[in-house]
């Protein structure tokens, strides 16, 4: 049986404003699958980067170690590789060099066949005022929410 795990960075929405979003394979060693289909992963202060052989990596992840591994047992913060298309690469590295634009891992899932997925998203970041507008929005929708569970 194989448990489903979908770990969210609530602080993206927030943070950022998301303009296209990828689904990225991980690529893992050891037990570190065990620990995200525990929910053992923490993903709010990651962001992914180009290294000089244009692969991208995701950086800061923290994937806590298998409470049940051995010696073999990983480490818990270390940059680990993500699976894209070619094009999907280029058009990525393209857009953060000549926009501004940052990529930012919004969720950490496994599908139906146990995979580890990344959701990446390219962003921009908001300002103050933004984030205000967001959270009136928030308020708004909660109160109509209250309103209409009322009646």
Request: hydrophobic fraction near 30%; charge should be positive.
């Amino acid at each position: 049986m194989i448990k489903t795990a979908n770990i969210l960075n609530k602080r993206a929405k927030f943070d950022y404003e998301i303009i296209e979003t990828y689904s990225a394979g991980i690529v893992l060693t050891g037990t570190e699958i065990k620990s995200i289909r525990l929910g053992k992963a923490n993903i709010t202060e990651s962001f992914c980067e180009f290294n000089e052989h244009n692969e991208l990596f995701a950086i800061n992840t923290s994937i806590e170690e298998y409470s049940f591994g051995n010696q073999f047992n990983h480490k818990a913060r270390s940059e680990r590789k993500l699976l894209l298309n070619r094009r999907e690469l280029k058009s990525l590295e393209k857009s953060i060099d000549t926009k501004g634009l940052t990529i930012i891992p919004l969720r950490l899932f496994t599908n139906e066949k146990g995979l580890a997925k990344l959701e990446i998203g390219l962003c921009r970041g908001k300002k103050t005022y933004d984030k205000r507008e967001s959270l009136k929005e928030q308020d708004t929708k909660r109160d109509i929410e209250r309103i209409k569970k009322s009646f």
